[in-house]
């Protein structure tokens, strides 16, 4: 099955950096992969996602690169600001519809 | 749109009881959703998938005895949580696929179970 590492745990910035945030998978077969915020005691919601044909998708500040030679996708944030902490989660769906998961990464941005 | 609505938002129960967690999609029809559990601090764990119509199939650990999946309609899908006990108090979140290939998934709000 499909393995997804995500990278780093915690992640701290102060506001108006940018952040990065890591993501590896395993099975090539992955097509499509999503990303997700999740706020404390509330549900994850997607803020942008990309499928496997294409390598860059952006949305405002919100930008998500994907390296499939290599297995990896990226998110990343610019400009941040108080209100993007939050935990973020990568996924992958190893072809289907059943996506796996990363740990997740918990972003604090200092303002 | 993609709208999932999730219902209870919280609820407290003795030991022993059953607890039923209800998930609809509230503006396109689902026929697929996903049941995840989460501890704090951690990632969303799959319990299992949900197919209008058919049973569910659970991921590896999880006893489908005891955690009784009704997809009933293509916007409703139901746990149980039967004979509960302490170590099943978590956060439960249920989600729907959507999309011409289904892969997008959009998640309710979440049920906080706490078992005494």
């Known amino acids: 099955g499909e393995n997804v590492e995500q990278h780093p745990s915690t992640l701290s910035v102060q506001e108006g950096d940018s952040a990065v945030i890591k993501c590896t998978y395993s099975?090539?077969?992955?097509?499509?992969f999503p990303w997700y915020k999740q706020e404390l005691g509330k549900r994850p919601q997607l803020i942008i996602d990309?499928?496997?044909?294409?390598g860059e998708k952006k949305d405002q500040r919100i930008a998500v690169t994907l390296n499939k030679t290599a297995k990896h996708f990226s998110l990343h944030i610019t400009e941040t600001q108080p209100e993007d902490s939050a935990v973020y989660f990568c996924?992958?769906?190893?072809?289907?519809?059943?996506?796996?998961f990363g740990r997740g990464t918990s972003l604090i941005v200092h303002p | 749109g993609a709208v999932v609505s999730q219902h209870p938002s919280w609820v407290i129960c003795k030991s022993g009881t059953s607890v039923k967690i209800e998930c609809r999609s509230l503006?396109?029809?689902?026929?697929?959703m996903f049941w995840y559990r989460q501890f704090p601090k951690q990632s969303l764990m799959l319990m299992a998938t949900?197919?209008?119509?058919?049973?569910?199939?659970?991921e590896q650990g999880v006893e489908k005895d005891k955690f009784l999946i009704n997809h009933a309609s293509l916007t409703l899908s139901t746990l149980t949580v039967t004979s509960a006990h302490p170590e099943d108090s978590s956060f439960y979140i249920c989600?729907?696929?959507?999309?011409?290939?289904?892969?997008?998934?959009?998640f309710g709000p979440g049920t906080r179970l706490t078992v005494t």
């Open positions: 989600s729907a696929a959507i999309g011409a290939t289904g892969y997008e998934q959009y």
């Open positions: 990309i499928r496997s044909n294409v």
């Open positions: 949900s197919n209008e119509g058919s049973k569910a199939t659970y």
């Open positions: 503006d396109f029809q689902a026929t697929t």
């Open positions: 099975d090539s077969a992955s097509n499509y």
């Open positions: 996924a992958a769906n190893g072809g289907s519809y059943i996506p796996t």
